[in-house]
């Protein structure tokens, strides 16, 4: 079973921190990960993909990816009550089973003006 | 360019009866992924199709299947429904071309209710 795990939560930071999202998976050969952003009641709408070592930076937010510790984490800097969802955090799997993203449960961020 | 559409939104069946979604991708997307989401186990992988083949399915019973037409639009079909099938029912496109990241942009989704 390929897994994706999140860091439980819920996670509450002030107006302006930075705000962490972590995300271990399983699968070694995974190949593309994936950052969504799920407001109560929508659907997810995709922030941030990454597929190589190190970090990509998109505004505010910045994707971390590190394949031997099979690690990738979300930073969210300034983070602002509208950055208040749940984080999904996907991971395209290997293997003939490659056209399918696994989603980790999802962490809660709560912004507090 | 429009985004993902689904339809109906809202649908509320009983038990044993069937329902049909309706999904069409974004312009250009020739693959479409289904998702189903509850509360309790999070986003779960249905299946995958592209260009009218289905190239992955997750761990679903046979009552759950799906087609995609040659204009990649795609239904999934529900039979003989049950309490447990009440879920947010997410369809989500993806280009699917070599050389991509495979990202996948999710539709509004379709909240089954069972009664």
């Known amino acids: 079973q390929k897994e994706v795990e999140q860091n439980s939560g819920p996670l509450s930071v002030p107006e302006g921190a930075i705000a962490s999202l972590n995300c271990t998976y399983s699968?070694?050969?995974?190949?593309?990960f994936f950052w969504y952003r799920q407001y109560s009641g929508k659907s997810p709408e995709l922030i941030m993909f990454?597929?190589?070592?190190g970090d990509k930076e998109d505004g505010r937010f910045t994707a971390q990816l590190n394949k031997a510790s099979q690690y990738v984490s979300l930073l969210i800097r300034d983070s602002q009550p509208s950055d208040s969802a749940t984080y999904l955090c996907a991971v395209r799997n290997s293997g003939g089973s490659n056209y399918k993203l696994t989603f980790g449960k999802g962490t809660l961020l709560t912004v507090n003006p | 360019k429009a985004g993902v559409t689904q339809t109906p939104r809202y649908l509320i069946k009983t038990r044993g009866q069937q329902v049909t979604l309706s999904c069409s991708p974004i312009s250009g997307h020739r693959s479409v992924s289904w998702y189903q989401q509850t509360p309790g186990q999070g986003l779960q992988f249905l299946f995958e199709y592209f260009s009218e083949t289905q190239r992955n399915k997750g761990n679903f019973p046979g009552r759950f299947s799906g087609r995609q037409f040659s204009n990649s639009r795609s239904e999934m079909n529900v039979s003989t429904l049950e309490l447990g099938d009440s879920a947010l029912y997410l369809c989500?496109?993806?280009?699917?071309?070599?050389?991509?990241?495979?990202?996948?942009?999710f539709g509004p989704g379709t909240r089954l209710t069972v009664t």
């Open positions: 699968d070694r050969g995974s190949q593309s």
């Open positions: 990454i597929y190589s070592n």
């Open positions: 989500a496109s993806s280009l699917s071309a070599s050389g991509s990241s495979y990202e996948q942009y």
